[in-house]
Every structure is written in structure tokens, then in C-alpha cells.
């Protein structure tokens, strides 16, 4: 088993910044990632980290904003959010499974296997 617990979320302001921190506990784990669910729409892929072999894909809609990285000494995914805007404002979900897969399959949600309950940002002036 493997427990996720988000931090970090809260309200920003519109080009503000935020760092969501993803504690991970049990069995280790190769994969993990960020997801975010919207009101009303799906949840959908933000960014990942192959812990082993680096691989760190992001979705085009943070690209060049959100930066993913990991401390693996304190088994912590972070999610470095950067000029922020109301389009960002979703729950945000931390997500986890055991063994690698290819990068394009890191993007589905379905592929992982542990996820945490969630923290929620809201962009908002």
C-alpha cells in the first residue's frame, strides 16, 4: 500500500504562486504524478516524475508555468505553480504507482494505482 497526503493548496491571485507538496508513505513507488479535477469537467493529466528514470512530462496547458520535482530523501513530490490563473483552479490530486510505464501511458489516470484525497487551489482575484 501507498499513502499520498497534498499539501499547499489554498487562494492566490491571478499571476501568483503557489508549491503543492505530496507526502508518499508505504511501499515505494516509480511513478508519481499530479492530476486536477475542475467543477464540472474531468480530471486531467498535470505533470509526473519517473523517480528512476527522470522523465518529467507535462500537460501543454502548465508547460513553461508548472515545474515538477522530488525529494526522495523525504519521499515528497512537489509541484512548483507559477503565474497562476483562474483556468488553474481545480482540486488538486497526487497520484502514485509502483513500477515504471512508458512516458505517454504516465499521462492516464487510469495507470495509477494510489492516490491522495486532494488539495484545492483557487485562482481568484
Known amino acids: 500500500q501507498v499513502q499520498l497526503i497534498e499539501s499547499g493548496g489554498g487562494l492566490v491571485q491571478p499571476g501568483g504562486s503557489l508549491r503543492l507538496s505530496c507526502r508518499a508513505s508505504?511501499?515505494?513507488?516509480?511513478?508519481m504524478a499530479w492530476f486536477r479535477q475542475a467543477p464540472g469537467k474531468e480530471r486531467e493529466f498535470v505533470a509526473a516524475?519517473?523517480?528512476?528514470?527522470?522523465?518529467?512530462p507535462y500537460a501543454d496547458s502548465v508547460k513553461g508555468r508548472f515545474t515538477v520535482s522530488g525529494d526522495s530523501a523525504k519521499n515528497t513530490l512537489f509541484l512548483q505553480m507559477n503565474n497562476l490563473g483562474p483556468e488553474d483552479t481545480a482540486i488538486y490530486y497526487c497520484?502514485?504507482?509502483?513500477?515504471?510505464?512508458?512516458?505517454?501511458?504516465?499521462?492516464?489516470?487510469?495507470?495509477?494505482?494510489?492516490w491522495g484525497q486532494g488539495t484545492q487551489v483557487t485562482v481568484s482575484s
Open positions: 497520484a502514485a504507482r509502483i513500477r515504471r510505464i512508458v512516458l505517454s501511458e504516465m499521462r492516464r489516470a487510469e495507470n495509477y494505482d494510489y
Open positions: 516524475m519517473d523517480w528512476r528514470g527522470g522523465n518529467t
Open positions: 508505504g511501499r515505494s513507488r516509480d511513478i
